[in-house]
């Protein structure tokens, strides 16, 4: 398959004041588009590797050979990074917390969902260089995890819920150096909703793995 640009379900002004629409523009149309061209670009040396999915290919990346294997780790992490957040964000919805089985994984793993904020908000201010944070399932518990670059968690075995990609391109317009400003900002545009049909998706795929 040729991966292709996702299109977002919302306008690029949709998140406005929180994240700005020139940012979101050029990260879609430009920075996303980028990592599918060289990923597309990569797996044209290897075909027969087409019909797996990015997720498996990340998941076990000492497989893919050598010669795309940078590639595949920096552009299909890329790729896969962005496909989540844009799923994972939105405009508000009046949804501003989890709800049902989700609340109480974090509940569960995190003692509150203040504290999981707070844990979350203090790894994405402590993250140093380009990465991302992100909130994983690790398979006995939800934790918070960063990645540098575009390393998916899927890498380590981990299965990514929610992240926050904190590379400078994702807020640099609107908040210059005021990297805490747009953390705390990032919280007014998850979409709760969606974080809790990819938990809900990971369960059901877990249990039937099982
Ligand atoms: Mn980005």
Same mark, same amino acid.
């Given at each position: 398959m040729t991966y292709r640009l996702p299109s977002l379900a919302?306008?690029? !002004?949709?998140?406005?004041?929180?994240? !700005?629409r020139r940012t979101m523009e050029i990260h879609h149309a430009g920075h996303h588009a980028a990592y599918l061209t060289h990923l597309n670009a990569a797996l044209d040396k290897h075909p027969e590797l087409r019909p797996t999915p990015i997720e498996e290919l990340l998941r076990h990346l000492e497989s893919v050979p050598g010669d795309i294997r940078l590639s595949i780790r920096n552009n299909g992490g890329g790729h896969l990074n962005h496909s989540i957040f844009w799923q994972t964000i939105g405009p508000a919805t009046g949804h501003d917390e989890p709800v049902g089985d989700f609340a109480g994984a974090i509940r569960a793993s995190f003692g509150s969902f203040e504290n999981f904020k707070n844990q979350f908000t203090k790894a994405a201010w402590l993250l140093f260089g380009s990465g991302w944070v992100w909130l994983v399932d690790r398979g006995d518990r939800l934790v918070v995890e960063a990645t540098a670059n575009q390393d998916s968690p899927f890498m380590v075995g981990r299965m990514p819920i929610c992240g926050l990609d904190l590379w400078e391109h994702a807020y640099y317009l609107l908040y210059q150096n005021r990297r805490a400003d747009y953390v705390q900002n990032w919280w007014h545009v998850v979409n709760w909703a969606a974080v809790e049909r990819r938990y809900a998706r990971e369960l059901t795929s877990a249990n039937s793995a099982a």
């Open positions: 919302y306008s690029y !002004d949709a998140l406005e004041p929180f994240i !700005d």
